[in-house]
């Protein structure tokens, strides 16, 4: 039997390198998912590779409560409920030193990283409570666990939603929901090329070797290797595992 057979996935952040690799996981392994972003036409052309039977979105905005709520009810509405959420929108925020940081840049990285992940968490667990169970992960990051001076405030971000999943998986556990942090390292995503080019605008393509170089494994990850450790999270194979911070960082974390 497919990993997810039954099962019914909510993935915010859906149109992006990791959200639309998981969907496409997810699907191969039997769940119905709901795709949530804020980019209409790359949800609509992700939605039609996926296939509309078994796919479907919402335009959302993942920091507002009222549209939580609306993503949360359409999940039910097309598909009966919601075993999984996949808290993966994010945005990166301005490559600049600490001291150069703005208010209203930390408010808008803080607004999205983290209190979207809080709403889309607290949304979720009722329905997954019925359902006598869920899986929450979030997507975080390995400037979760280390900092990252030129991204002080996607740092900030990235370290409290390890906060809040360790408090969640604790208040999920008596229903079962269990909530656990996936943490990549660089990703060959939109998000890596922005990135890059904010720390090296003349030349993105030695921001990213020297990135890579910084890796033991030796490159990027592909949003496929993210996806993978996102499946078994979700999965039932993953049943024992609740609170923890899952490294996906070829060994970065290991230095």
């Excluded at 795709?35 to 479907?56: H, I, K, P, T, W």
């Amino acid at each position: 039997m497919s990993r997810l057979e039954g099962k019914v996935a909510v993935i915010t952040g859906g149109s992006g390198g990791i959200g639309v690799a998981a969907a496409e996981r997810f699907i191969n392994e039997g769940a119905k998912v709901l795709l949530v972003d804020l980019d209409e036409a790359a949800l609509v052309a992700a939605s039609d590779r996926l296939g509309s039977n078994v796919c479907s979105y919402c335009v959302a905005d993942v920091s507002d409560k009222a549209d939580t709520d609306r993503f949360v009810a359409q999940a039910v509405n097309d598909f009966g409920g919601v075993d999984i959420l996949l808290a993966n929108a994010g945005i990166e925020g301005e490559v600049a030193p600490f001291l150069d940081c703005s208010e209203e840049m930390f408010d808008k990285v803080l607004k999205v990283n983290v209190k979207g992940v809080w709403l889309g968490t607290q949304a979720v667990f009722p329905i997954m409570q019925e359902r006598g169970g869920g899986s929450i992960v979030i997507t975080s990051s390995v400037a979760g666990i280390k900092g990252a001076s030129m991204l002080a405030p996607y740092s900030t971000s990235k370290h409290a939603v390890i906060g809040l999943m360790r408090s969640a998986a604790l208040a999920g556990a008596e229903h079962k929901i269990r909530v656990n942090t996936v943490n990549p390292s660089p990703v060959e995503t939109r998000m890596m090329r922005s990135l890059e080019a904010g720390i090296s605008p003349d030349d993105t393509d030695a921001a990213h070797n020297i990135m890579s170089a910084n890796i033991p494994l030796g490159r990027y990850a592909e949003p496929s290797d993210i996806a993978n450790i996102m499946l078994f999270l979700a999965s039932d194979e993953s049943e024992f595992l609740t609170g923890g911070v899952y490294m996906a960082d070829g060994g970065t974390s290991a230095r």
